[in-house]
């Protein structure tokens, strides 16, 4: 396809528990950075396009966050696809771009879902996304919907509890190495196995944990810089949205990766570092399978092989992802796109990925409900 977006500023602050600022100081505190980082002044932000809070809740918080920031856009809404509104916000901001709506968008999210907002609360909000008759009555939750992904899982490969912990214990070494990350204390199987239990099979360190950040993007029309990337494909599926509606085998992942890839001209084979959403171990390990990075009920193994280090077969969420860097809403699956853009950037130190030009972030919301892909290219050539 003829390159018609770039991704020109990227801003990511530390995650973890880091009490003081709310959610729209997170938003503005990324969105700065982001702004520096495309070389731009606020005025020339033609759209901005804000994720949801479940802390702040405003419903206008496109226009908060503008304001804030003195930007004054044509164009300014939100987003909610769950945890794949990063990437769809991303899609939103090229599409702008490439009919000339906008020559900047500024893309921006970010909470203070640790320190602003109780457990209990996070998780009544979020177990939203089952079904309001079938599933919330019983008692359900975000990491229950997921703990039963897993239950199946594991018994439709004949594995045991021990399977899934590699993929933990991988994020983490991640993790170690990158300044921010909101844990960094290398971890074992053993630890991942000891921990207490979540939703069985699901245990603590198989879940990521809640944190407090922010994540922003500007998406341009043309490059700002030398360090601009290419957004050359992007995709989306969107298969059902409750639990009891899912098809394990057919989720949407793999249709939201093929019609990047597709509309990007490459496969999966010419992908040099990957940014999958790993929100818990079972959803990495499905989303990889589905895109077929792993044989059907091999991810586990596949991580304890070393396939997913930094020069490994697919260098895989090397800043920690969800289960170590950390989640903060929608800002955490957007964390993925920016430690990919560093990769192809060349900006990632100890951490980097040797001859890195093409990279494909995946994000997913609710029970693997929405899937969305974005495939980068270093450089400004398609």
């Keep these: 396809m003829a390159v018609s977006a770039f991704l020109t500023g990227v801003g990511l602050t530390p995650f973890g528990r880091l009490p003081g600022r709310d959610s729209q100081d997170w938003q503005c505190a990324a969105a700065q950075i982001a702004l520096d980082d495309a070389g ?10 804000a994720g949801y809070s479940t802390v702040s809740g405003h419903l206008m918080p496109a226009n908060v966050v503008a304001e804030r920031l003195g930007v004054r856009p044509e164009v300014a809404f939100g987003m909610s696809v769950g945890g794949a509104t990063g990437l769809a916000m991303v899609a939103q901001a090229a599409s702008l771009v490439a009919s000339a709506t906008a020559e900047h968008v500024l893309v921006v999210a970010g909470e203070n879902r640790a320190s602003g907002q109780s457990s209990t609360t996070s998780t009544k909000i979020l177990a939203q996304v089952g079904h309001a008759h079938y599933e919330v009555p019983l008692g359900g939750t975000v990491p229950a919907y997921y703990a039963l992904l897993a239950s199946r899982y594991l018994w439709s490969h004949g594995l045991d509890d021990a399977a899934l912990a590699p993929l933990p214990v991988q994020m983490r070494e991640h993790a170690v190495a990158t300044v921010g990350a909101h844990f960094r ?53 969107h298969r059902h949205q409750h639990l009891s509606a899912l098809d394990p085998e057919d989720t949407g992942a793999a249709r939201a990766a093929g019609a990047a890839l597709r509309q990007a001209g490459l496969d999966l084979a010419e992908v040099d570092v990957f940014g999958i959403y790993d929100s818990f171990s079972i959803t990495v390990a499905m989303i990889m399978e589905e895109l077929g990075l792993a044989p059907p009920g091999r991810a586990g193994a596949y991580a304890r092989a070393g396939a997913f280090q930094a020069d490994g077969r697919h260098p895989l969420n090397t800043h920690g992802g969800l289960l170590s860097y950390g989640h903060s809403g929608v800002a955490g699956g957007m964390a993925h796109l920016a430690e990919v853009a560093g990769q192809l950037r060349g900006e990632r130190g100890a951490a980097q990925v040797s001859d890195c030009e093409v990279g494909y972030v ?21």
């Design 40 to 49: 731009l002044d606020p005025l020339r932000i033609g759209a901005v396009i």
């Design 362 to 382: 995946h994000a997913d919301g609710g029970v693997l409900s929405a899937h969305v892909g974005v495939v980068l290219r270093k450089g400004s050539q398609p």
């Design 185 to 237: 204390q290398p971890i074992t199987v053993a630890d991942v196995l000891s921990s207490r239990p979540v939703a069985e099979p699901l245990r603590l360190l198989d879940c990521c944990p809640v944190s407090d950040g922010g994540a922003a993007f500007v998406v341009s029309r043309a490059p700002t810089s030398e360090r601009s990337l290419s957004i050359v494909g992007v995709g989306q599926g």
